[in-house]
């Protein structure tokens, strides 16, 4: 049997294998099994978390989409194996770093959530869109984004464009549909995620978003993000973008190998 910890961030859920020894017993098969909402536990996705062997932080993580696709970062997955791994007692302190195929990450936790620095948004040139009012651009945050200004996200058939627009990118991005609002330095926004779908929650994204609406001149340096599954804070910075959000254990559980 193998325990996994289940945690969420705003309703974005994830599995988390907090592996003490290092030998990360998955494959692709067992963590599309795991996080079918149908047939397994139901997840996200899962990331496998272990002491760093390097040196060169506290841990490491390998995050997989539910599809069983290996990805670069996560904003609330990290935040969830952050907190996973303290209740282990892999980590001790307030601020951690963590290794990732997107470079080494720092986290504070703190009493309203955990805050994590997710580096320096890469913002690329704007580009045409076809529908009037749409304006659009790439954002590299350690994981490729298209963010995509609209009227209205509610409004956005994210099923049916999520897909199309996510194969825009060889090996595929994360699509995000954005306007501002309701509030000053605020964005209403949907999410559809490479190898995951339409989710509740992307902390990437997230940032993605405010990179961009800050380069457009809808937002400033300090932004809140109205997620479907509720809101993230978003700090954006010239060498850095600070995201803080809640994190909630939700289960542990023993599945089969």
């Known amino acids: 049997m193998i325990e996994l910890d289940k945690y969420q961030a705003l309703g974005n859920d994830f599995l988390i294998l907090v592996d003490a020894d290092g030998t990360n017993p998955v494959d692709d098969d067992f963590v599309r099994r795991v996080c079918d909402r149908h047939r397994g536990v139901g997840a996200d996705g899962?990331?496998?978390?272990?002491?760093?062997?390097?040196?060169?932080?506290?841990?490491?993580?390998?995050?997989?989409?539910?599809?069983?696709?290996?990805?670069?970062?996560?904003?609330?997955?990290?935040?969830?194996?952050?907190?996973?791994a303290v209740a282990h007692g892999l980590v001790t302190g307030a601020e951690v770093a963590v290794a990732t195929d997107a470079g080494i990450k720092r986290l504070w936790i703190k009493d309203e959530g955990v805050t994590v620095d997710m580096g320096r948004a890469e913002l690329g040139p704007e580009r045409e869109h076809s529908s009037p009012g749409w304006r659009q651009r790439e954002v590299e945050m350690g994981n490729p984004h298209l963010v995509l200004l609209c009227p209205d996200p509610a409004d956005v058939h994210v099923a049916e464009l999520?897909?199309?627009?996510?194969?825009?990118?060889?090996?595929?991005?994360?699509?995000?549909?954005?306007?501002?609002?309701?509030?000053?330095?605020?964005?209403?926004?949907?999410?559809?995620?490479?190898?995951?779908?339409?989710?509740?929650?992307?902390?990437?994204?997230?940032?993605?978003?405010?990179?961009?609406?800050?380069?457009?001149?809808l937002v400033g340096t300090h932004v809140t993000v109205h997620n479907p599954g509720g809101d993230l804070d978003v700090e954006v910075g010239e060498d850095a973008v600070l995201l803080t959000g809640p994190v909630e254990f939700v289960a542990r559980v023993a599945v089969e190998a």
């Open 46 to 84: 899962l990331i496998w978390v272990t002491k760093d062997a390097t040196g060169d932080a506290d841990l490491t993580m390998v995050l997989r989409n539910a599809d069983g696709g290996r990805a670069e970062m996560s904003g609330n997955g990290i935040r969830c194996l952050v907190r996973a």
């Open 162 to 217: 999520g897909p199309k627009l996510e194969q825009l990118r060889p090996g595929g991005m994360n699509v995000e549909f954005i306007a501002p609002g309701p509030g000053k330095d605020e964005l209403k926004f949907r999410v559809w995620e490479r190898g995951a779908g339409e989710t509740r929650a992307c902390g990437t994204g997230t940032c993605a978003a405010a990179a961009a609406a800050h380069a457009w001149g």
